[in-house]
């Protein structure tokens, strides 16, 4: 008898409270290592109503107009100027200059010890081509095309903010269909056109040609309980780091205890993450795995991580003892390494100051829109190799 199941991740729009904050911190990451590719930055925020709380804990040689760019991040978010006015909001900040003393001279040693102790997580599927679960990426999609409808004239009225969630039933374990949809949207406009625009303009051309799409028992629920009318931090108030699950797999793996979003590349939160992440599609890539999940766990003090442990849920085609052997054998998981070999110190200045604040909305891994060196199957004959 077949098994079925279902599995529910969330996503939300660019607007959403707690996203807003976590584009904050991102967009003040970006400007730091724009400024100074070897700046140590820690920035949080928080946002309630009309006003918006920043903290930064940072190192630099030179400048950052903090003010401006939490101006700058809500004049591009869209909301309607009743929801949050990006020119009068009150901006309160806090700065602080980043302790214990670190040395810039040592930031490129690869020997460069963790700061901190912490276990991340990485991992990836064949559900779909990139590597993601699929209700997490159809949601983060969903998503998306709404973000891109905000201020059009294709659907007025529909402010920046708002939740989706996707359901997706699995027979065997492999996705079979869309069970359900539920969007919660702010819409300054008629119910109908919400339903409809949303039918027309987004569901029905994501899920164009797929195999696995929505059926006549799909549930579609929009807006079930109507539209508050105000978005935004008028609406609820956000905090950076409260969506690591729409950030990373949508709740069908682990992710570590830490925020990713606000963070320079020396923390392990962000560039250990990025390299399980890494490490994990690479071996779902080169076909040992149709499920991979990495776990790392760093000490203070040392440079190469105390664990490092690889486990496919009997879907490898090694034992998870000899794949963690071969992953710990190929790839460097010391802290300055991964740094360098995804450019994460330089990637903000490289691409126009830009970099991390994209993350910030979308997910932070399996994202073939934005060319992340963490998503590149470049390690998938090595693994091939090792595991023959």
């Known amino acids: 008898m077949s098994e079925h199941r279902r599995f529910t991740s969330s996503s939300v729009l660019r607007g959403h409270p707690d996203k807003l904050c976590d584009r904050i911190s991102d967009a003040l990451v970006d400007a730091h290592l724009t400024v100074d590719t070897r700046a140590r930055i820690r920035a949080e925020a928080a946002a309630a109503g009309q006003v ?12 950052v107009d903090v003010n401006g760019v939490v101006r700058r991040t809500l004049l591009e978010t869209g909301y309607n100027r009743q929801d949050l006015d990006p020119e009068r909001c009150t901006i309160l900040t806090q700065s602080s200059v980043m302790t214990p003393p670190w ?12 700061g901190e102790q912490t276990t991340v997580f990485g991992y990836a599927c064949a559900e779909t ?25 294709k659907l007025p009225g529909l402010a920046p903010d708002g939740s989706i969630q996707v359901t997706v039933e699995y027979v065997d374990d492999q996705p079979a269909r869309i069970d359900a949809v539920v969007l919660q949207v702010v819409h300054r406009g008629s119910q109908s056109d919400l339903r409809s625009a949303v039918e027309s303009l987004v569901l029905g051309p ?24 105000v978005a935004g931090p008028g609406r609820n ?31 392990l939160d962000r560039c250990a993450a990025y390299a399980a992440r890494h490490a994990a ?14 776990m790392l766990s760093y000490a203070i003090g040392e440079a190469e991580p105390v664990t490092v442990y690889a486990r496919t ?38 691409r126009g100051g830009r970099f991390y604040r994209l993350l910030a909305s979308g997910g932070q891994v399996g994202r073939p829109d934005l060319d992340l060196p963490w998503e590149r199957p470049d390690m998938v004959e090595a693994l091939q190799r090792a595991a023959d």
């Open 313 to 350: 849920f009997g879907r490898g085609r090694l034992p998870n003892e000899r794949l963690s052997a071969i992953v710990r054998e190929q790839f460097d998981f010391r802290p300055a390494v991964i740094a360098k070999r995804f450019n994460l110190w330089t990637l903000p200045r490289q």
């Open 129 to 153: 081509p990139e590597l993601m679960p699929l209700p997490i990426r159809v949601a983060q999609q969903i998503a998306g095309r709404l973000d891109e409808l905000v201020g059009t004239a």
């Open 103 to 114: 040395a810039r001279e040592r930031q490129d040693a690869d020997e460069q010890p963790a």
């Open 281 to 294: 599609a690479n071996v779902v890539a080169a076909g040992l795995a149709t499920e991979c999940e990495l």
């Open 52 to 63: 918006i709380f920043v903290t930064t804990d940072a190192e630099l040689e030179g400048e």
């Open 237 to 267: 108030a956000g905090h950076t780091g409260r969506k690591q699950a729409a950030d990373t797999y949508g709740g069908a793996a682990r992710h570590g205890d830490g925020a990713l979003s606000g963070k320079d590349p020396s923390r």
């Open 206 to 229: 994501l899920f164009d040609g797929q195999a696995v799409r929505p059926d006549r028992q799909t549930r579609i629920v929009v807006n079930a309980e109507g539209s508050s009318g």
